[in-house]
């Protein structure tokens, strides 16, 4: 809704851009002094400093509702930004760094050592320009991320997505995940928007709960096009959820679940789902997909790290459909009304048990003692042909403990 609102009042006044700077960059980057910017030129999309004199011009990300870079056109009047003329840079840049210590050989350094960064095979090199990068801090960091989001994708050079990408990450600076977010929003590419989200994934994940994100990771999780790209977003919900958040996350996180269409995009939820599982509404989530016979194309490429017990769980079958998946993490997380659940959809043949290994339905009765109880029940009780067969066969498993 506020989107729109700003996108559509761009194009009728200069207020917004000018706005946009203003609330961006409180100070000039360049002459320190609060921010006095005006608009100067006729398409709305340059700005100058009316102190120093810098002008920049103004890149956008594709909704048009927020700053994302900026290149500097005229160096102020007393040349402090000279070596900055007709650089891009992303708007941390010139939120974080201090321009007036900036030398055209840091701009080559970084450059240099982010060319030389993906060459993995020469060692050397690769220190060399990691030593280099560090020794710049913030220049090389903000210089990499503008690599990365060049505003436009046409001035992109994916040799350096990667590069950058991966600096950018051995930083993990919170930082950077403002402008990762505008980036994001500005990049068609869906292979380059998933490795953006990933690299947002994992900042989050090595830091403390971050409020901010989590109203772009709803809004990503609800509306990305890009399936991978939704179900990234619900693991670093996941993930923040993990961190002591004030807020409570796990009823919007089952509510998309719940919602999802894509099956591949379905089976990560439900693995990522695994860590925490400790909220019963969660359980209900997972009980939900036991009757689900669809089979995901999956081909373990998660993204995040942290996942490599789930992986583990589905390692054990070949191809198994979603219900098999959500068993096996009933099994695993070992909560009652999970386990009753899974043997009623057994008995009720929603799932087919011989898929289960059996080894798999001896260990959830060595675990869980109650489960041979509760079958004897339906056995001894039930007045249905097909549940007392069903239980008879899992309590003959059970018989060869
Ligand atoms: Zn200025």
Redesign the pocket.
Known sequence: MSDKNVKSSISDSNEPPLTFMQSSLSN??????KA?YSISDSKKSKVM??????EWQMFFTLSKDQLVSLRLEKP?REKRAKDLKGCLKILGFWQFCNVSNYSSSTEKTIRKSLENYGAINFKKIREKAHNDLSDQGDFSLFSALSLVGGAYPRLYNPNFIRPSLALVKEFSDIRVLPDLQRIFKSTVVDEHRLSIIELIVEIVRQNEFIPEVSTFLKTVAQTDKHAPIRSAAVASLIIQNGQSVPEDLVSFIVEVISKEKDIDARATNLLNLQKISSDERVIDCIIASLPNREIPNYKFDLPTSWLDAAKEVIYLFTAPSLGEIAANLLIEIGNRKGIESLLEAIVNSQLDSFFLQRKRIRYMFESYPYSKEYLLNIYETSKDEKRKLNADRLLKIVGEL
């Open positions: 000039c980057p360049i002459c320190k002094i006095d400093c009316n102190n120093c004199g810098a102020d």
